[in-house]
């Protein structure tokens, strides 16, 4: 079925810059947590992390950030008394390896002791289980080329690195049975959440034998946590194998964190690694069996999107499916505390249509995810002066906005610059609504509508209604003061994606509303009564009548906001040139880019993906031609919307390289880094969820009319065949596309 | 009547920073042309300048500003061949006076000549003439302790310094009876404007004499100018003096510039200095007649308001009056190239009062100014896409704009930084419409109305009303994204005193168009028919009823825009400890006083000064005591709204140091040198006006009410008596205001 080496991605070597980027390109998690691609006896400055789904804390004026975990799987060399680690001076060999298929992190690692002590060699597996999402498992064997005996520190370490830490306190610790089962509570600083972390450390030879290789073990409370001193006597060139099983658990997930994690670490040692392992391994093969998407005629493309969506998945919160809560993806995945842990519109737009294509339970609990938010919506509304739900920008569990005023730090001066996205960024609340509407169409679920979705559709409707004006001098309802997509130009009138947007928004909500008042009038009328909505409809059907979206002018081109034509045209190498400092801002006053038409990311170009059928072939390539050369895709969520549109006018060859810059964003690590002093690393799911968006919608074609699936090949030259599995309105087809027809087949 | 000494300034000594400061504080000039204060022998460091009023010039990609004339006077001491100059290492001493009586700027230098040749001074005086505005002239003494001979260089330097020159061009020179006269004609270069300088040299003596003194004279063409250099023998102890005499014209002013320039000259040369002195002295005689405000109790007060009156006086364009072309007054006069040689609000707010108290004539001039720039204002409006009149930011000759969207340059950068002074400061066009309600408030003439100015109002209201939104949320028409007085904060909306403003426009369209109903039907008719008014008038009279004017809250307190509560609300400290460069630009993005209450200047407080009647003493003073210590006063035009709103509230003496603030701006020359990297030097007629504002509506009380003088006295503790002189409807009032009443006397 498949070469297993296609599925790797190895590192050999370890500089410090490696570090940062491996972490994020051999991330594992399984939607509970994320677990950063770091050796086992990573420090702070490595920047570890097992950052657990929807858990946030906040410290003093910093930002409020995901919780990044006690790490159970801590593990040191300790050769007489010196530790050593990958990359230091004694070193000889050290690879990483990441199996994609199966989200298996495995290193391998040679150090030449001092004083003729001989040739230490580690090699361990370690994976985050994707059945038992609050189990992750190492499996670490030892070896020397001549006998010897080393120390090996084993245990909870929580002097984990935080960007705005420290964020957990009133920390606890025991163990348990001969000193082999650690354990250690903590509380969030913040809300005071406890959060429960084991680590068991089982020797893979019999008991009997144990004393013959661990010749005492030391526990020890220490500043950083709690950790066994194993010494060991090593034999020449005899393998010794240790599993150790970490858990994790904080109330928010059960009532007895302690008492979960101390059963979930039982079973685990019960179970053993060989039948753990199996369980992990089924789920894998479950998900990509609908999941993959196979391209024939083009290695690189296959190895880059197959790692993308492996990325996707290590994130998917599927085990929120079952529970009240339902939780969502933030920006930067569960990649580290980087973009605060929060949900952007990267979710909605880029990331939530390849789940709904292969598994619609999931993108159904964004939505629930956001519909838990409603609250904190219209909190954000009201803060304003508004009534309805304004979205958060950067959402973290309650809805409440997690972005500052000052998302940017001025290179220059130190100090933070004022930007407008949380308070101007208004599409968010239409982002939310159009992903409802795509739910809906590839699943005819009216259910999700009855629990929330259409009270959050009229709520986002009512937040436009108050936040429009009326032009007397146009005879006509704007949308004034925003920011589109480009983040560079803002507070700007009538940008059309935003106009367009919201004119959506109105659209859905009055459809829906029809659907309802055919369907269940007693729902919609005591949905209309209860949120007092009446006059608000009166008005929306009005404003539909005067509203002002921007049309294309005599050239085809729809001007991005009031006056956009009027700004500077020069070149991306232009303003580029003008840069001071590589890492300054380019959007504010003083920017490069905010007195031009360079813009940030794709903008016009979204919208007109995003509304395919209202526009023609060649208003499409008019803008595509304009806005591209002025584009500096200086946001992962760009590229594949310029290769959408792309391959929308028939030039999917052009599209290409867009696609492949798009998947390979994580896979090449090569990503910025640094927004002004701001360290923004990590994984980029909406990139992730762009390149199937391009894959399957653009070159594929693919698109959902009046209940069916519709399929326009339109293959890059060189591609001959994608296969890939959609579940429409609860039914799995497969579907196989060729240069010039495809094939559907109904999988029951 | 008055000690000559009272009228004097002096400065001893010559730094580099004097000479800046110098330049300005020592001005001379006339209202045609501004003569900054240095030496005769001032080279392009020193700034000379002779700055002419209302000729402009544009030079590449550099900002528009005003024309720095040809220097006539310019004269240099050659020693054994070396050129003396004040300040360098042959000074001994060196003085310069201003008497701000009479416009005379004279100087007083020695120096101790190389090779043991003795010791020589030069004394001279000079002052551009005030009835003949084209003519500058300067008595020049040079004597020596021992015999000597020494090379006076004299002729037209034209190697002036320009901030954003060059901007003449097409030099041509001559020289006329026995080299005493030379001339020099050239062009401005962007519009090719002949200008005209001429230069006569005039000994006292006979001219049997001369040949004993001035042994030859060659006349040389340089790079520079064109020179004669006269060899002098100068005999122990012996005085002797010269006359230089300089006309200049534009064929703005007259059709033969260079004819006129000749006859000017030949004329003053057959007058005669001492018959020279006489008119120009007697013309600020008659000035200072109805123009002076005498201050008994406080010496210092006195002469800070004499100097700002003389400074006022020396830019008014008196010679305008009888010509077709009005012109106006600059925001930094006369004093050289800074701000563009623009004219800016300030006139209409707080320059124009004065004049319209003391000479209604020159008060019409600025409107009429307007009016002829009307079609720029026109233009200006269309370009962003409303009708009606937004008169120019920086307004010069045309009414277009000279504002660029890139008014500050970035310390830490040195880039442009967008502002949006030109765009979004909309009052002006309600400012300038409040001059022409003062006008007629306090002369009860109707011809300038039907001259242009109702037209001017008409068109600024039809502006407005082409800019408003209505707020369906609110049920209002609003005013948004403007920048008010304070300038730190940009794009606001709904800015008090915007609003306000644009209220009074409606008010007063409406009012003249009653007025003239009753009248002059005819003409209204006629009027409103010309410019397609009636669909505007009939919006703008529903717009009154749902116009929306922020109010007081409970604590009295008026918000000075839709969110300014919500900013952080630190001291003036706090905000200016966050400085990391003193010359940073305290607005925009990255400026330290943008997201915080800290503001430039008054702002809601200059609006209740302005609608002194509209509301109460207690809604005055909880708006004085919040803003007060919130406002940085970053500008000329800031203290005095403070002092007089502090008058309003009944004291007078925590208005006082704002009034001494005002009052002393030009006469200490500390004040602001830098905005960000740009040079903003030079005088401050705002500030001039200010003081007298102060002075008389202030501390005197001075309002018109229904066509009658009213007098409040609140004076100052320690002041005993103020005298001053008002026409109303051109009937002169003086007034004599003591601590508990005041008299008021016709003046026939």
Redesign the interface.
Known sequence: MYNLSDWDISDVGQSEEDVLQNGNRLLTGNGYMGRRGVVDEAEAQDMPATILSGLYDHHGDLWREPVNSPDPLYSLIIADNIPVRAGDKYTVFHEQTLNFRYGIYSRHTSWQLPADRGKVTVRTERYAHMENVHLLCTRFTLCADISCQIVLKQGINHAVRDLNGPHLGNFHSWSLQSKRILGLSCKTLEQNIPLAVLSAFVPLFQESEVLNFIIKTDTVNEEGGIFSYHTINLKEKAAVTFYIYGAIYSDIDVKEPVTAAEDQIHQAIKEGWDNLLITHKTRWDKIWHNGDVIIEGDEYAQRCLRYSLYHLWLIAPRHSIATNRALSIPARGLSGQTYKGAVFWDTEMFISPYFLAVMPELAAQFIRYRIQTLPGAKRKAAEY???GAFFAWESQETGDDACS??NVT?V????P???YFRDKQIHISADVVYSIKNYFDITRNLLLLKEGALELILESARFF?????????HKR??V??VIGPDEYHE?V?NNAFTNKMIFAVFETACNYIKIFKESDPEFIDDLINRINFKDDLL?MEN?MQHFYIPQPDNRGIIEQF?GYFRLEDCSLDTVRS?L?DPK?YWG???G?A??TQIIKQADVVTMLTLFNNDYSAEIKKANLDYYEPRTEHGSSLSSCMYALLACETGNSDWAYPFFIKTAEIDITGKSKHFAGLVYIGGTHPAGNGGAWLTAIRGFCGFSIENNKIKIVPRLPEHWKKVSFSVTLSGVEHKITVLKDNYTQEIIS
């Open positions: 002066g508004y009534r005023d000052f001025d220059f001066t130190g100090r610059v004022r930007t209604l108050s936040y429009l004006y009326y032009s007397p001098e309802y704007e004034l003061d507070r009138n008005f404003v009031d003008r001071k300054e504010s006053s003083g490069v905010t007195a």
